[in-house]
């Protein structure tokens, strides 16, 4: 597994790059407003996701390159967790970045501290949520099919400006153990999912 | 499960010797919806080029990608050096082979060295100066990236990589199609080289027949998901029967194997 981890330095430096800088400018709109924040914590685990494990999901979409990495000593599920243990990576430092530099902003802005922690998990629970099903639609199908993971976006989207009050409401007055449950679950959900994409 | 093997093989110069089976195929079935290869049976001995021909279409990559182990078999087992390796660890077997497929132009955007440095680190038995070596004697540079390669290129490059770490037996699904003759030649001069120096078995396939006449010592046809014919190269050059006319005679069942 190392080794596989070692592919996205060897050979997709580039794009680790401009994610990382994606993040960050993604990250600094959260010395505007709280609601950037909101925005930050969605997008810099995306973006992150997508110049990373997106784009080896793209250098790999060919049957050369698939044949290539299953003549070496591993199998298709090394391949299926390698992108999601990238996938849970991307989400602790965007989640990281985007808290950093919220962090930073009330500092200097001389704002009140105003961070909470169920809001984060509810963020990484989408994030996770999203990688899967796009690792899914990838291994399942092919490439061209992960674009349909966007439409889980919008989706939420749509919900978040029906119930949007609601929403946050529940988040803030809710306690953590409940939050902490739906991230464990979706953790095991991810697992059984791509534990199943594996053996397809 | 584990056994001796050792068995006699007759030499391209008449000669009989006593070699170490590498590998035994015995039964390898694989049904799909349009394709069924069926009770795909032989052997591999150490040192020796054997030379997988058939048409379009007849099961050869399938039969590749079993034996490699990037696709399961619904029946028949697959015996590595003696050891039933369907009940082995899958990574231990691979580390042994070394596969060159058909497509080449993996990895197009990257550069050479990236590829060479990821391949490399599966392998704890990687020879860094044999690389160097194939590389020089093939006239690659590391420096350009895959996509600038042309096809021969691509396939030097490939075949490089699967010889650097030393394989014990080496996979090559038409290795040589679409290439021109001095290309060719290089390559299967190469590969001559490396099953003499490193007692190892290579088995290829491949359209052309010109190709198994130089360098294989054991042919099987295959057609239609099935071995037709084994036989030793020599037993037909010997006669001035010529491969592509035998495999034409089998196909339309006029030989007897």
Same mark, same amino acid.
């Given at each position: 597994?190392?080794?596989?981890?070692?592919?996205?330095?060897?050979?997709?430096?580039?794009?680790?790059?401009?994610?990382?800088?994606?993040?960050?400018?993604?990250?600094?709109?959260?010395?505007?407003?709280?609601?950037?924040?909101?925005?930050?914590?969605?997008?810099?685990?995306?973006?992150?996701?997508?110049?990373?494990?997106?784009?080896?999901?793209?250098?790999?979409?060919?049957?050369?390159?698939?044949?290539?990495?299953?003549?070496?000593?591993?199998?298709?599920?090394?391949?299926?967790?390698?992108?999601?243990?990238?996938?849970?990576?991307?989400?602790?430092?965007?989640?990281?970045?985007?808290?950093?530099?919220?962090?930073?902003?009330?500092?200097?802005?001389?704002?009140?501290?105003? /961070?909470?922690?169920?809001?984060?998990?509810?963020?990484?629970?989408?994030?996770?949520?999203?990688?899967?099903?796009?690792?899914?639609?990838?291994?399942?199908?092919?490439?061209?099919?992960?674009?349909?993971?966007?439409?889980?976006?919008?989706?939420?989207?749509?919900?978040?400006?029906?119930?949007?009050?609601?929403?946050?409401?529940?988040?803030?007055?809710?306690?953590? /153990?409940?939050?902490?449950?739906?991230?464990?679950?979706?953790?095991?959900?991810?697992?059984?999912?791509?534990?199943?994409?594996?053996?397809? | 499960?584990?056994?001796?093997?050792?068995?006699?093989?007759? *030499?391209?110069?008449?000669?009989?010797?006593?070699?170490?089976?590498?590998?035994?195929?015995?039964?390898?079935?694989?049904?799909?919806?349009?394709?069924?290869?069926?009770?795909?049976?032989?052997?591999?001995?150490?040192?020796?080029?054997?030379?997988?021909?058939?048409?379009?279409?007849?099961?050869?990559?399938?039969?590749?990608? $079993?034996?490699?182990?990037?696709?399961?078999?619904?029946?028949?087992?697959?015996?590595?050096?003696?050891?039933?390796?369907?009940?082995?660890?899958?990574?231990?077997?691979?580390?042994?082979?070394?596969?060159?497929?058909?497509?080449?132009?993996?990895?197009?955007?990257?550069?050479?060295?990236?590829?060479?440095?990821?391949?490399?680190?599966?392998?704890?038995?990687?020879?860094?100066?044999?690389?160097?070596?194939?590389? *020089?004697?093939?006239?690659?540079?590391?420096?350009?990236?895959?996509?600038?390669?042309?096809?021969?290129?691509?396939?030097?490059?490939?075949?490089?990589?699967? $010889?650097?770490?030393?394989? *014990?037996?080496?996979?090559?699904?038409?290795?040589?199609?679409?290439?021109?003759?001095?290309?060719?030649?290089?390559?299967?001069?190469?590969?001559?080289?490396?099953?003499?120096?490193?007692?190892?078995?290579?088995?290829?396939?491949?359209?052309?027949?010109?190709?198994?006449?130089?360098?294989?010592?054991?042919?099987?046809?295959?057609?239609?998901?099935?071995?037709?014919?084994?036989?030793?190269?020599?037993?037909?050059?010997?006669?001035?029967?010529?491969?592509?006319?035998?495999?034409?005679?089998?196909?339309?069942?006029?030989?007897?194997?």
């Amino acid at each position: 597994m190392k080794n596989l981890l070692t592919k996205y330095i060897l050979l997709n430096k580039k794009n680790i790059m401009f994610g990382v800088l994606a993040t960050v400018f993604y990250s600094i709109s959260s010395f505007d407003e709280q609601r950037f924040y909101l925005v930050a914590l969605l997008m810099c685990p995306s973006l992150l996701f997508t110049f990373v494990v997106g784009k080896m999901c793209y250098m790999e979409d060919s049957d050369a390159t698939q044949q290539f990495l299953l003549s070496l000593p591993i199998t298709k599920r090394d391949l299926v967790f390698e992108k999601n243990i990238v996938s849970y990576i991307c989400i602790v430092i965007g989640m990281a970045t985007a808290n950093f530099m919220k962090f930073l902003a009330d500092i200097i802005m001389k704002r009140e501290f105003g /961070w909470n922690i169920n809001l984060i998990i509810i963020f990484i629970v989408f994030s996770i949520l999203y990688n899967t099903i796009y690792i899914f639609l990838n291994y399942k199908y092919d490439y061209s099919k992960v674009q349909f993971t966007s439409f889980i976006l919008v989706g939420i989207m749509v919900v978040v400006i029906k119930f949007g009050n609601d929403i946050i409401n529940t988040i803030y007055t809710s306690g953590f /153990w409940m939050f902490a449950c739906i991230g464990i679950v979706t953790m095991a959900l991810n697992y059984l999912v791509l534990r199943k994409t594996a053996s397809l | 499960m584990s056994v001796s093997y050792q068995i006699k093989s007759r *030499e391209r110069n008449g000669k009989e010797v006593e070699r170490k089976k590498v590998l035994e195929v015995n039964n390898l079935s694989k049904r799909y919806d349009n394709f069924l290869l069926s009770d795909v049976s032989f052997a591999l001995e150490e040192g020796r080029i054997v030379g997988m021909i058939g048409p379009n279409g007849a099961g050869k990559s399938t039969t590749m990608k $079993l034996v490699l182990g990037i696709i399961k078999p619904d029946q028949g087992n697959i015996i590595f050096q003696g050891d039933n390796r369907l009940f082995d660890d899958c990574k231990a077997y691979k580390e042994k082979i070394g596969y060159v497929g058909e497509a080449t132009d993996f990895f197009s955007k990257c550069k050479l060295s990236g590829i060479k440095n990821f391949y490399k680190s599966f392998y704890r038995t990687w020879d860094d100066h044999y690389y160097a070596m194939v590389l *020089e004697r093939l006239q690659l540079s590391e420096t350009y990236k895959m996509e600038e390669l042309s096809k021969g290129m691509r396939v030097k490059f490939s075949l490089c990589l699967a $010889l650097s770490h030393k394989p *014990e037996l080496l996979l090559m699904d038409e290795p040589t199609s679409g290439l021109d003759p001095l290309i060719r030649n290089d390559i299967l001069a190469i590969l001559r080289d490396y099953a003499k120096d490193h007692h190892a078995s290579i088995m290829f396939s491949s359209h052309i027949t010109e190709d198994m006449e130089k360098i294989a010592d054991k042919l099987l046809f295959i057609y239609k998901g099935k071995i037709i014919d084994k036989r030793a190269t020599e037993e037909l050059t010997g006669k001035g029967i010529a491969i592509d006319v035998h495999l034409e005679n089998l196909v339309k069942g006029g030989a007897r194997s």
